[in-house]
């Protein structure tokens, strides 16, 4: 599905997990946590960047066991004579946008940017948070043009997005 027309509010219907999400806590946590591994805190049912409280425990959050078990919620592979002529800058605002998007959410990271040798030949980023995944292809269209297009996998907790200069 093509998403770089639709509404915000209609974009985010397609990135709703289908299946239960492994990663995703089964009931809130008791109190106030801290990730042990990135020290995000987990205050009032919501993570976020700020001072940890005294009463923590010491958890690991989805984002750290995601980027740990190598288990990506977003795929995005970027193809085309942008990605191949202006590698620096594409990777660059693929970035910026996870580096916008973690100061408000941080479970949206991007685990790993790998070329993909075989064809197609791009680019691969692979991130902890769909949403993530969907804003950096939505960045890169706004900025380049090309082809977006996204789809969520139905037997998997897993967003697939195609950017295409």
């Known amino acids: 599905m093509s998403t770089s027309h639709l509404p915000r509010d209609k974009k985010d ?10 990663y995703k806590a089964k009931g809130k946590l008791q109190g106030p946590s801290v990730c042990r591994e990135c020290q995000a805190v987990y205050y009032k049912g919501r993570w976020m960047w700020g001072p940890v409280p005294s009463d923590s425990q010491e958890v690991v959050c989805p984002a750290c066991e995601r980027i740990r078990d190598h288990a990506p919620s977003g795929v995005l592979l970027l193809t085309g004579e942008i990605v191949v002529r202006h590698r620096d800058q594409v990777l660059g605002l693929a970035r910026n946008e996870e580096t916008r998007l973690k100061a408000e959410h941080p479970l949206a990271r991007i685990i790993k940017i790998e070329d993909q040798t075989e064809a197609p030949r791009g680019v691969v980023i692979t991130t902890t948070d769909p949403h993530l995944a969907r804003h950096i292809g939505e960045a890169l269209h706004h900025a380049y043009r090309g082809t977006l297009t996204c789809r969520y996998e139905e037997n998997e907790d897993l967003l697939r997005a195609n950017w295409e200069s």
Do not use: A, G
Not at 13 to 22: I, L
């Open 13 to 22: 219907r397609s990135v709703r997990p289908r299946k239960h999400d492994p």
